[in-house]
């Protein structure tokens, strides 16, 4: 019992090497692509956009999935069961449709319009001559993206201090190192190429891990049998958590179409036709990892009953210390390697989404509109950008006190309540407005965060859905009290792919 307890694992040394390996090859990736992104900030950014198919599915999936899978879903179904499948539910069918239908239209108005960020898209959809649009935008996403990133952070401390023996303030500083590197290096190409590679050591991890745990226990019998009786009955029962919890998580997908890193994929690849295979190949990944982190959760809690028995105590190391309990060192290094893939898969795409809102949309947009910077210049300042983003985030993780599980929700939910709602209909609404686009991005960032503050507010519901609804409602009614561009209709249409255009749908 004493040796269970203990948050030292005897960590292997083939499961080290193991995954060196894994962050040697993430060094080459970032060093290979740094030729391509120095070229100029689109390719920077958004890969110039030449991304194909497996890389958009895989990359658009785990960049939005983060540590929030691994460490919060795994440890949120330890607490409370089968349950928190409906968190996983929620976001694998709202970005299965937005493959299908946002996608296409973003994509092509991206490219008609030459826009490499998500300001940039909203800039150009309502003719932001004063460039009032675009910085409220770049203000949403600064604040949004610095707490997300710093929740990555924090996830890698924990990750490293459940699975190597490190002090998690430790393991916080070498997680931010080893973004740093390959970020500032490689741009969008390491980004994307990394995250098609972290993608698919999550599947593959979270694939043999509840296999191996359940069958070590006796099969899934046994696993039903010592599960069906946890929390009188409720461990098992999906309908535990009641019509509000149970919407509340399958609301978490709501945040989906307004978090910028997820949109950007969208925007890279090279053939917009090839985006339904990717809504296929996308939803199999979600629906693999969101499954395999349930069970993981599940199991853990079999084997490690009460949570004291847990590193910390905490709830959010049971990925990792099941996976030392029960995996062959080589396999323990590929479950450690995977943590840090979902880490770094979102904390290198957010941070070239503030980057490039710095960079591109607040300094070459706004401050030296007009005026001529080399591509040159622009690559430089935006790796001088991430190197101060992740210092903000670092601080701020080293502050955290909050599990992971929620400070993503904020984050996520702050972004999803200003984008989400704005951005659908902006692709699908002719009579939207720029101020309806600003009144609502506001409305819906401040509910969200009036709403974390006041404590009987957030228990009542997640702070995504009011905060989706209200910025929902606020751009439709100023919308239909302020008047759009003269030619807002031919902007409207450049969203629209050639075919169609002539179709009775539009």
Avoid at 356 to 366: F, G, M, P
Avoid at 467 to 486: D, E, I, N, Q
Wanted: with cysteine; glycine share 10%; net charge neutral.
């Amino acid at each position: 019992m004493d040796e269970i307890q203990s948050l030292s694992m005897g960590v292997d040394q083939v499961a080290v090497w193991s995954f060196i390996g894994y962050l040697v090859m993430i060094v080459i990736i970032g060093i290979y692509a740094a030729r391509f992104s120095s070229m100029d900030i689109s390719n920077f950014f958004i890969g110039g956009r030449k991304m194909g198919m497996l890389v958009v599915a895989l990359s658009a999936v785990v960049s939005g999935r983060s540590a929030w899978l691994l460490l919060g879903v795994t440890g949120m179904s330890y607490v409370m069961g089968i349950s928190a499948v409906w968190a996983v539910l929620g976001y694998t069918i709202v970005e299965f449709f937005l493959f299908f239908f946002y996608a296409p239209r973003i994509r092509h108005f991206s490219e008609v319009r030459d826009c490499i960020t998500v300001p940039d898209f909203f800039a150009e959809r309502f003719d932001d001559k004063n460039g009032l649009l675009r910085s409220v935008v770049v203000l949403i996403i600064i604040i949004f993206m610095i707490a997300y990133v710093s929740a990555q952070f924090v996830a890698g401390g924990k990750a490293f201090q459940s699975s190597f023996n490190l002090t998690e303030t430790q393991g916080i500083f070498l997680t931010t190192g080893i973004i740093l590197f390959y970020t500032m290096v490689g741009g969008f190409l390491a980004v994307s190429l990394t995250d098609t590679i972290q993608g698919l050591f999550m599947v593959v991890a979270l694939l043999v891990l509840p296999i191996i745990a359940i069958a070590h226990m006796g099969g899934t019998g046994a696993f039903i049998t010592h599960t069906a009786g946890l929390e009188a009955g409720n461990f098992f029962n999906p309908l535990a958590l009641g019509f509000g919890g149970l919407a509340g998580f399958l609301a978490i997908g709501l945040g989906s179409p307004g978090n910028p890193h997820i949109i950007a994929r969208y925007m890279s690849i090279k053939d917009p036709k090839k985006l339904k295979s990717v809504a296929m190949v996308g939803t199999a990944a979600n629906v693999v990892m969101g499954l395999g982190a349930v069970l993981t959760g599940m199991a853990g809690r079999v084997y490690f009953p009460e949570v004291n028995m847990l590193p910390g105590a905490d709830p959010e190391n049971v990925y990792p210390y099941l996976a030392a309990q029960h995996l062959h060192p080589v396999l323990f290094g590929v479950v450690i390697a995977s943590i840090f893939a979902a880490i770094m898969s979102t904390a290198d795409s957010q941070l070239l989404v503030a980057a490039s809102a710095i960079v591109r949309d607040l300094y070459e947009k706004l401050i030296k509109k007009g005026q001529h910077i080399s591509q040159a210049h622009l690559v430089l300042y935006s790796r001088m950008v991430v190197v101060v983003l992740v210092i903000l985030a670092l601080l701020l993780g080293l502050m955290a006190e909050q599990l992971v599980f929620w400070l993503v929700l904020f984050a996520w939910a702050g972004l999803g309540a200003a984008f989400g709602p704005t951005s659908i209909l902006a692709l699908y609404w002719k009579k939207t407005t720029k101020a309806g686009m600003i009144s609502g991005m506001l409305s819906g960032a401040i509910t969200v965060i009036v709403w974390t503050r006041v404590a009987w507010l957030s228990e009542l519901m997640y702070e995504l859905i009011p905060g989706f609804v209200v910025s929902f409602l606020v751009t439709c009614l100023v919308s239909m009290f302020t008047r759009a561009p003269k030619h807002a209709g031919q902007l409207f249409d450049s969203m629209l792919p050639a075919p169609a255009k002539n179709s009775s749908d539009y």
